[in-house]
């Protein structure tokens, strides 16, 4: 009978060790998934940013490049285009970051040349412009004019604080 007892006391000890191993690696589990969505997020986008650095020393060429010369017959808003069909800003998001009272200067983000346009890392977001800058604006507003971002007609435009009444088409995504 007391054979039997052990035995049996024996099988609850590695039933409960059994238990607190699972529950103690299950715990683990789930700190490390805690953990690697972010680790994982950044890997993935520093693989998948895609583009050509831009030096400081090379942007203004590369800005001069995408001068118009006519800005009222080489602009077209998102209409225009047929409709904005990029990555959409989460509306809390765009409100507490983006907008008239949220300006930014675009040489003190990191720039890019994607598909032959320029294109900068502004909050978490890669802009392109898709569109040439006004040929009216100063050769140097990307250095000194502070711009800012606004959702409109269903799609996003880049509008600069000295200029308020043109904005640039511009598309958004992730990586």
Known sequence: MKQVKLKTRIKEIGMLALLLLLGTAATLYALQAQHQPKAKQQRQSKQT????????AEQRNMWQQRRAKSWKTEHRSWQQRGGYSGYRIP???????????????????????????????????????IEPWPEYWSDDWYENDDVYIVSADGGYYL?????????????????
Request: net charge positive.
């Open 49 to 56: 940013v895609k583009g050509t650095h831009v030096q400081p």
């Open 91 to 129: 509306s809390k998001r765009f409100r507490g970051q983006f907008g008239r009272n949220h300006g930014f200067r675009i040489s003190t983000r990191t720039v890019l040349i994607y598909g032959g346009h320029p294109r900068f890392l502004h909050n978490g977001y890669w802009f392109s412009m």
């Open 159 to 175: 509008y600069n604080h000295r200029h308020p009444s043109d904005g640039i088409t511009i598309n958004v995504s992730i990586n």
